[in-house]
């Protein structure tokens, strides 16, 4: 039986580990037939597994696609600001990070179903066509919690209900995006690793100004002061500022280094889990499965002469 939601998860301080690298067409939706009906790829490479969902299916993994792509998007955008202290709110950040994790991990459980479903024989091919009377049911909250403007995440949640919370308009990407510091007009040039953009940005400066809104870390509340230029002349004091740029930019990339390293490790046991869970769901539709033959043949037994016996098959 599958829980009708997933459990929410609480990320701490761990990376964004929500971006799954280079998925390829996996999880990729066509555009619907004349029934609403959508061609979902299952595998990296196009065409090797794919499953034709069933109207209601194909709208709801729609939503949840769209929901997961903006998901990411805001996400890079969070990891300007913080790279920069411009704007920026960590428990957003926090909150969002939580949110985006979710999500993935929601449509990652809908194409891991849709196999374990032609696995089992429910959904029948190749090729693979979803039953109309076949319905994602764990998506149902999801969907009905977008519908009516409800936060996913359980402690908002409650909040929302005891009027302690009002969801912030949806953000826009566009507006939402600060420039960099090669873009500001200084003739400085930013070295530091990150996502590279989709699509060229439209940047907007009119709150790179406002005071951030977390408090809790005096560092991170403050907005970003560009440090003034050493004067010029000043030989000695000029070398000394650059060893000490030298070895913070050493520490900083050492940092990065780890963050990685630790969103790898993450992510593969995260993985290693969904694979735990695929085998485990294949072994419990084969139990079920020998069971419903050792009762079918003790069912059709008892309706032969007493003197009649069918032995029942031993595992190999």
Same mark, same amino acid.
């Given at each position: 039986?599958?829980?009708?939601?997933?459990?929410?998860?609480?990320?701490?301080?761990?990376?964004? #580990?929500?971006?799954? #690298?280079?998925?390829?067409?996996? +999880?990729?939706?066509?555009?619907?037939?004349?029934?609403?009906?959508? =061609?979902?790829? &299952?595998?990296?490479?196009?065409?090797?597994?794919?499953?034709?969902?069933?109207?209601?299916?194909?709208?709801?993994?729609?939503?949840?696609?769209?929901?997961?792509?903006?998901?990411?998007?805001?996400?890079?955008?969070?990891?300007?600001?913080? *790279? %920069?202290?411009?704007?920026?709110?960590?428990?957003?950040?926090?909150?969002?990070?939580?949110?985006?994790?979710?999500?993935?991990? &929601?449509?990652?459980?809908?194409?891991?179903?849709?196999?374990? &479903?032609?696995?089992?024989?429910?959904?029948?091919?190749?090729?693979?066509?979803?039953?109309?009377?076949?319905?994602?049911? /764990?998506?149902?909250?999801?969907?009905?919690?977008?519908?009516?403007?409800?936060?996913?995440?359980?402690?908002? %949640?409650?909040? /929302?209900?005891?009027?302690?919370?009002?969801?912030?308009?949806?953000?826009?990407?566009?507006?939402?995006?600060?420039?960099?510091?090669?873009?500001?007009?200084? +003739?400085?040039?930013?070295?530091?690793?990150?996502?590279?953009?989709?699509?060229?940005?439209? /940047?907007?400066?009119?709150?790179?100004?406002?005071?951030? *809104?977390?408090?809790?870390?005096?560092? =991170?509340?403050?907005?970003?002061?560009?440090?003034?230029?050493?004067?010029?002349?000043?030989?000695?004091?000029?070398?000394?500022?650059?060893?000490?740029?030298?070895?913070?930019?050493?520490?900083?990339?050492?940092?990065?280094?780890?963050?990685?390293?630790?969103?790898?490790?993450?992510?593969?046991?995260?993985?290693?889990?969904?694979?735990?869970? *695929?085998?485990?769901?294949?072994?419990?539709?084969?139990?079920?499965?020998?069971?419903?033959?050792?009762?079918?043949?003790?069912?059709?037994? #008892?309706?032969?002469?007493? #003197?009649? *016996?069918?032995?029942?098959?031993?595992?190999?």
């Amino acid at each position: 039986m599958l829980a009708d939601d997933l459990p929410w998860p609480e990320l701490g301080n761990v990376s964004r #580990g929500a971006t799954r #690298g280079n998925q390829g067409q996996k +999880g990729v939706l066509s555009t619907p037939d004349a029934e609403g009906r959508c =061609l979902l790829q &299952l595998r990296v490479q196009p065409g090797v597994l794919t499953v034709l969902l069933n109207s209601q299916a194909s709208d709801w993994y729609r939503r949840l696609d769209a929901e997961v792509n903006h998901a990411l998007k805001l996400t890079k955008t969070y990891w300007r600001k913080a *790279r %920069r202290r411009q704007d920026y709110d960590a428990v957003a950040d926090q909150d969002h990070m939580e949110l985006h994790e979710w999500l993935q991990q &929601l449509k990652d459980k809908v194409m891991s179903h849709l196999e374990l &479903l032609m696995q089992r024989g429910d959904i029948k091919g190749p090729p693979y066509n979803m039953p109309e009377n076949i319905e994602l049911s /764990f998506l149902r909250k999801f969907i009905e919690r977008q519908a009516a403007g409800i936060p996913h995440n359980p402690r908002l %949640r409650k909040a /929302f209900q005891e009027n302690r919370y009002v969801p912030p308009p949806r953000p826009s990407l566009a507006d939402s995006e600060t420039p960099e510091p090669s873009e500001s007009g200084s +003739g400085r040039h930013c070295s530091d690793p990150g996502w590279a953009d989709d699509e060229p940005a439209k /940047f907007s400066r009119e709150n790179a100004s406002a005071p951030a *809104r977390y408090q809790s870390n005096p560092t =991170l509340s403050l907005p970003y002061q560009p440090q003034a230029k050493p004067h010029i002349g000043g030989g000695a004091s000029l070398e000394e500022e650059a060893e000490s740029s030298k070895r913070l930019l050493h520490a900083a990339r050492s940092d990065l280094r780890r963050a990685q390293k630790d969103t790898q490790d993450s992510f593969a046991r995260y993985t290693a889990s969904l694979e735990a869970e *695929r085998r485990a769901w294949q072994e419990v539709v084969a139990v079920e499965d020998r069971r419903d033959n050792i009762v079918s043949m003790v069912l059709r037994q #008892g309706q032969r002469p007493p #003197g009649m *016996r069918i032995s029942i098959p031993s595992d190999p």
